[in-house]
């Protein structure tokens, strides 16, 4: 009869293979944790863009600077209302509406700013510091808000932005400075804002593609 290997021989193989599993649990329950807390980010961040009155799309939703009609997330519906929307895709695109317009109005009709602002109808600092938490954005409009230099310092990390609309907001040429690490960023929109033309070709030293109109 053949020797059969003693017992003890088999034991580094078994360890090896324990420690192997134990490394695949590891890497998977890390996985998983970083994508429930992706989600989570995401999720928190949608909604605080809701209730500045603002829009989100994802990136089934959203394809060359337009919206797809009827654009379906790609899993069955029962399971994006169980576990929801921000497990199955990236919000790749934000607009938030005109509340300059409607703060006028309400200064018209006597409503205080701070209790408008108070209940989300102004974009605030901490909407903006949501808005950061996007990595992935790609297009973001902020026609008529109170962005101001400050603020977009909120924003300087969307490092795969594209374009930009800050049409009639606070911004000026110092607020500038926190786009210059935006590489991928195209298309820079700042009507009836304070940036200026020298303040605009100090960005284009450091965005030689982007296209920016005053």
């Not at 992706?38 to 337009?66: C, F, L, M, P």
Request: hydrophobic share 45%; charged share 25%; glycine share 8%.
């Amino acid at each position: 009869m053949a020797d059969q290997p003693h017992p003890a021989s088999r034991r580094p193989r078994l360890r090896i293979r324990v420690r192997g599993l134990l490394v695949i649990v590891l890497i998977a329950g890390c996985s998983l944790g970083w994508m429930v807390r992706s989600a989570q980010v995401q999720r928190d961040a949608v909604r605080t863009i809701q209730r500045a009155g603002g829009s989100v799309w994802y990136e089934w939703e959203w394809k060359n600077g337009r919206v797809v009609p009827g654009a379906k997330p790609p899993a069955p519906p029962w399971l994006v209302n169980r576990i929801g929307i921000d497990y199955f895709g990236t919000v790749v695109a934000v607009k938030i509406d005109d509340r300059q317009v409607a703060f006028r109005w309400a200064q018209s009709v006597g409503i205080l700013r701070e209790r408008y602002q108070r209940d989300g109808l102004l974009v605030s600092h901490a909407t903006l510091a949501k808005l950061g938490d996007l990595k992935r954005l790609e297009f973001l409009t902020l026609d008529g808000t109170l962005t101001d230099d400050s603020g977009l310092g909120h924003l300087k990390d969307l490092r795969r932005l594209k374009h930009l609309s800050l049409v009639d907001t606070g911004v000026t040429d110092a607020g500038l400075v926190h786009l210059k690490a935006m590489a991928d960023l195209r298309a820079l929109i700042l009507s009836r804002t304070d940036v200026t033309d020298a303040g605009i070709r100090d960005l284009v030293k450091s965005l030689p593609n982007l296209s920016a109109a005053r």
